[in-house]
């Protein structure tokens, strides 16, 4: 136990034993001392912040990632999609059914996922302030994404393709463009660092890390090659959006998770103190 610890049990044991004269009350800085040095009220303050985090990390997270995958209900409106070599950024040209309604769906998804990161804060994960970054990244861009949507579908129109091609549409479209590339490469950018990270570790996001990464490897030639081509754009997408989402809650599982262990842990240590041997107070 260091000397400051012995110091003041023995200050608190003597105001303890001091003999009152009759008459007088104790002072009331008895009670307020001993918890001072308990630490009990701020953590049990500690303690209610965090699940108060936890929830609103939880709540962004997950209502976040129902409006980031609006396309699943594409499939259940038929005639919606017209080709399966569509991107489904192109169902948010103007003009086009349900246009508006989609954009606002990415604006939405890309506020709550930043704040469910911002929530959960940079150093929510041990060596993962990088990873953070690139999810904030991700989000960011698919807040941009949804603000400035494309002007033509360039998934279906080699008319499109080519006016994008040679610079030629309006500033929107390429500031869309330019979201998804970096929509794209944040989250993939955190995927590699939280495999490097759980190198070597066997816990549940460690591997769901390593199939991420292993899919991914397989996926990006196939998205390359979809650009190419102008072929199966939207299944493409839809695989990589699938993956993005367990890639999000992977990562506020994460975080939520090790700020409940912090937390528990905390309380542990306030209810069991460290006890010292008798004769032990003042040696280090």
């Keep these: 136990m260091s000397k400051g ?56 997270g997950i209502a976040g990632m129902v409006f980031y995958n609006w396309w699943v209900l594409v499939p259940l409106k038929p005639g919606l999609m017209r080709s399966p070599d569509e991107f489904f ?14 954009s606002h769906c990415d604006v939405i998804a890309g506020l709550l996922v930043l704040a469910a990161f911002l929530l959960a804060g940079p150093n929510s994960i041990a060596r993962g302030r990088r990873e953070w970054l690139g999810m904030v990244v991700f989000a960011l861009a698919g807040l941009i994404g949804g603000l ?18 040679h610079f030629q549409l309006p500033l929107s479209q390429y500031v869309h463009d330019s979201a998804g590339v970096f929509e794209f490469a944040g989250i993939t950018l955190a995927l590699l660092l939280a495999l490097r990270r759980t190198h070597g570790e066997r816990s549940r996001p460690a ?12 996926a990006y030639p196939l998205l390359g090659l979809a650009y190419l081509v102008n072929r199966l754009g939207g299944v493409i997408e839809g695989v990589f959006f699938t993956g993005f989402t367990i890639m999000v809650m992977t990562q506020l599982a994460e975080r939520a998770g090790r700020r409940l262990s ?23």
């Design 262 to 284: 912090a937390d528990h842990n905390k309380r542990i240590m306030v209810r069991w103190p460290q006890t010292s041997s008798p004769g032990t107070h003042g040696q280090r």
């Design 89 to 102: 950024s192109n169902l948010e040209v103007a003009g086009q059914p349900y246009a508006s309604l989609m």
């Design 5 to 60: 610890t012995g110091t003041a049990t023995a200050r608190t044991g003597a105001i303890q034993n001091k003999t009152i004269p009759s008459g007088h009350k104790a002072p009331a800085t008895t009670t307020p001392a001993s918890e001072a040095l308990t630490g009990e009220t701020p953590s049990g303050a500690t303690a209610a912040r965090n699940r108060s985090l936890r929830l609103g990390v939880w709540f962004c």
């Design 207 to 218: 591997r769901i890390y390593r199939l991420l990464a292993a899919c991914a490897a397989i």
């Design 148 to 165: 400035f949507s494309q002007v033509c579908a360039d998934g279906i129109s080699a008319a499109c393709m080519s006016a994008e091609r």
